[in-house]
């Protein structure tokens, strides 16, 4: 049998960590090409609109979702005219629920730049998340990509499903493993599934690697929102605010872990500490360590 040593002995010996351009150099013309697409989708006549777009446009994220997209349709060889409308439309998607979530959380900024509901205030954030959200319709409409359009409204219903079950828990600190998994399954998980199975149906017929892709992309999805929970606990500059989770009383897997693991003493604290509406940077502190 192979003891913990044995193990990490191999793991550091077959594992050959990637940085992101590395892992997505199969598809950088792909994305390239994307962005140009991208870009002139969402373009509008409209001057405001116009203007919110562009800054918009300067803040560019890590194309996770589209990369997904691009990465499962070279799986099956074909990167194509679907594979783009899949990459767009998810993109849009995924833009809309970020500048709704901002206006939601009242945030300040996003990824570095100051959030578009802090400088065109919260009715042009809605109007704007709106305006993507239809745009994604209409390229889905206008391709008659009826396929796509369904895998990606079923994706729309479970994120939905997800922020309301965790917003009904917010604050309640019994919270089980089962629940949460099936709260990140549906609010962030369900988004890179999809992004998965609209790459497999956008260059292949068959429909058992659809499926296949979607429970792939599930279990990524799954693995990304566990290390985006353990973020917020720790003491990395990431690229954005972390402790949110401690302030906003939600309840994630290192919470769940801590009163399951802790002494009792140390768990009734972190639980009192927990309930507080407004906590201090020390109390925050004192809840991680």
């Not at 965790?166 to 890179?192: C, D, P, V």
């Not at 599934?193 to 599930?218: F, N, P, W």
Request: net charge neutral; with cysteine; proline share 2%.
């Amino acid at each position: 049998m192979i003891d913990n040593q044995e193990l990490t002995k191999i793991n550091s010996e077959t594992v050959t960590r990637k940085t992101l351009k590395e892992i997505t150099e199969p598809v950088s013309a792909n994305l390239s090409e994307f962005r140009s697409f991208f870009k002139d989708t969402i373009k509008s006549d409209v001057f405001l609109l116009d203007q919110i777009i562009k800054y918009l446009l300067r803040q560019k994220g890590k194309e996770l979702r589209p990369t997904l997209v691009f990465m499962t349709a070279n799986l099956f060889g074909d990167i194509n005219q679907r594979s783009y409308v899949a990459a767009t439309m998810i993109e849009l998607l995924h833009t809309a629920t970020l500048i709704h979530d901002d206006v939601v959380d009242e945030a300040d900024t996003r990824r570095g730049f100051v959030s578009i509901n802090k400088i065109w205030k919260n009715k042009a954030g809605v109007l704007l998340g709106d305006y993507l959200l239809s745009k994604g319709l209409l390229i889905a409409l206008e391709n008659k990509e009826h396929n796509l359009l369904e895998v990606q409204s079923r994706a729309v219903q479970k994120m939905s499903e997800g922020e309301l079950r965790q917003l009904k828990t917010a604050g309640l600190f019994n919270m089980t493993e089962e629940r949460y998994f099936q709260i990140i399954s549906e609010k962030t998980a369900s988004l890179i599934s999809t992004c998965c199975e609209c790459g497999a149906v956008s260059a292949t017929e068959d429909e058992s690697m659809h499926e296949l892709m979607r429970e792939i992309g599930m279990c990524i999805g799954i693995a990304f929102q566990i290390r985006d929970d353990l973020f917020d606990y720790g003491v990395y500059d990431i690229g954005k605010p972390t402790r949110n989770d401690i302030q906003e009383r939600k309840v994630t897997l290192p919470l769940i872990k801590a009163f399951e693991h802790a002494p009792k003493r140390k768990a009734a604290k972190i639980r009192a500490l927990m309930k507080k509406r407004k906590k201090s940077s020390q109390n925050v502190d004192d809840i991680v360590s």
